[in-house]
């Protein structure tokens, strides 16, 4: 989701579409391709393997949720607590560490990333408590907090070097499928799993736990393309700003931001609980065709409209998400499966193009310098928007039917697209 623009040699590079902002790095390193068995090509391969099963892991529980409800009591409103414990950990992450691989090298922060997101599916194995859920997927948001600028930038770097002459649209398709992709990936193997293999609990996480392993063993063979600095700057945390000249378009990229990230959670937390029970349809397969489907629609959509002017991409975005938003609330007060699916890839769609969007904007409003800040802003927006509308659905159904609930979230994200569209469209 990265947009194609040029920044220069000390602006921070546009953003992964679920990452930290991704800064310029030094000079390749010389000597990584003669201590590694890995070429930049295989390396390039290898990462993307290692980020689409990073990404994929995060989503596994989204088909799940109505067996921990069966088994362990969840409460409607407890689901979407272990579901934003995740964009915690991310923030936290993402603050905190997302900006180290600038320093200490691309390897040496992907591979401990991955490997954290082995010890989440190992605490997934322990135990189906709900401190234990909670506390995994914390742990789980931690490590890709870590992983998602880290390996948008690690895949830049390296097909620059596998393929000099090439421009970075082959990197940039690479990392937003991976990413994208992931999410629509891991809850529909999850569910065929879950369906199909037994133990619905433990298999997903024990398949995605020696997928994770394999991609950890990858890593460490990859050539690594940041030659860390010998003196070593004071530490600090990732820095957000607010660019000062256009501060209501900016909050208006937020505000359209927040919205796109609540629908996608919506997908991943709730939404496969609406189809087991309002929709009475149990299968665990089902569940996780739901969420593949609405990310598969935000992944082609972005790739689709990926030349289009970014204020064309924002109405587009917008309309898409609105309607699809009202097409899923109309489904679940009928119900009707078939309106639900299609109203979900119509809102997913709409939300992975109003991000992309969002993110073109905030590029060109920010100073060239403070471009990296900017992004940090866009993205603490973005998990917001993850956690708390769909916190905010979870407290309404501990009062209201789920269907009261959900018609207030749609209702909530729809005010907030018709708030920002004038000041985002007018640009």
């Not at 921070?12 to 800064?23: D, F, L, N, T, Y």
């Not at 989440?120 to 907090?145: E, N, P």
């Not at 070097?161 to 082959?170: E, H, K, L, N, T």
């Not at 397969?285 to 082609?300: I, Q």
Request: aromatic letters at 8%; glycine letters at 10%.
């Amino acid at each position: 989701m990265s947009p194609q623009t040029a920044t220069p040699r000390h602006a921070a590079r546009p953003a992964s579409p679920i990452g930290a902002p991704v800064r310029p790095h030094p000079r390749p390193h010389p000597r990584s391709t003669r201590r590694l068995p890995l070429g930049h090509g295989s390396g390039f391969r290898v990462i993307a393997f290692a980020f689409l099963v990073a990404m994929a892991f995060t989503a596994v529980p989204a088909p799940l949720w109505a067996l921990y409800q069966a088994r362990e009591g969840f409460s409607t409103f407890m689901v979407t607590v272990a579901f934003a414990a995740y964009a915690v950990g991310v923030v936290v992450s993402l603050f905190l560490a997302g900006h180290l691989s600038d320093r200490l090298g691309r390897r040496r922060v992907l591979l401990p990333a991955v490997i954290v997101e082995a010890l989440a599916a190992v605490m997934f194995l322990t135990s189906t408590s709900l401190g234990v859920v909670i506390a995994a997927r914390v742990v789980s948001g931690l490590g890709i907090g870590m992983i998602t600028a880290t390996a948008t930038a690690h895949l830049s770097e390296l097909h620059a070097a596998a393929r000099p002459r090439a421009g970075r649209g082959r990197s940039d398709l690479v990392s937003t499928t991976a990413n994208m992709g992931g999410f629509a990936v891991g809850p529909l193997v999850s569910g065929l799993l879950a369906q199909y293999a037994g133990a619905p609990l433990r298999t997903p996480y024990l398949v995605f736990l020696g997928l994770l392993l394999l991609a950890a063993a990858g890593v460490a063979l990859v050539p690594e393309t940041v030659e860390p600095a010998g003196e070593r700057p004071a530490y600090r945390p990732q820095r957000v700003t607010v660019p000062a000249a256009s501060r209501p378009a900016f909050f208006a990229a937020c505000g359209a931001t927040l919205a796109a990230f609540a629908v996608l959670g919506l997908f991943t937390s709730l939404g496969p609980v609406f189809v087991a029970g309002t929709m009475h349809h149990p299968s665990r397969a089902l569940a996780g065709l739901v969420p593949f489907l609405v990310f598969g629609s935000a992944a082609g959509a972005q790739a689709v409209l990926l030349r289009v002017a970014a204020r064309r991409q924002l109405a587009i975005g917008l309309t898409a998400m609105v309607l699809g938003l009202a097409a899923v609330t109309a489904a679940v007060w009928l119900p009707g499966l078939g309106l639900f699916v299609a109203g979900g890839m119509a809102a997913g769609a709409g939300a992975g193009v109003l991000f992309k969007g969002t993110v073109s904007t905030v590029v060109t409003l920010a100073e060239p310098r403070r471009r990296g800040e900017a992004l940090a802003g866009l993205f603490l927006a973005a998990y917001i928007g993850l956690a708390v509308p769909v916190l905010g659905l979870g407290v309404g159904t501990l009062y209201v039917p789920q269907r009261v609930a959900l018609l207030g979230f749609a209702a909530a994200l729809v005010a907030i697209c018709a708030s920002v569209s004038h000041r985002l469209l007018r640009r």
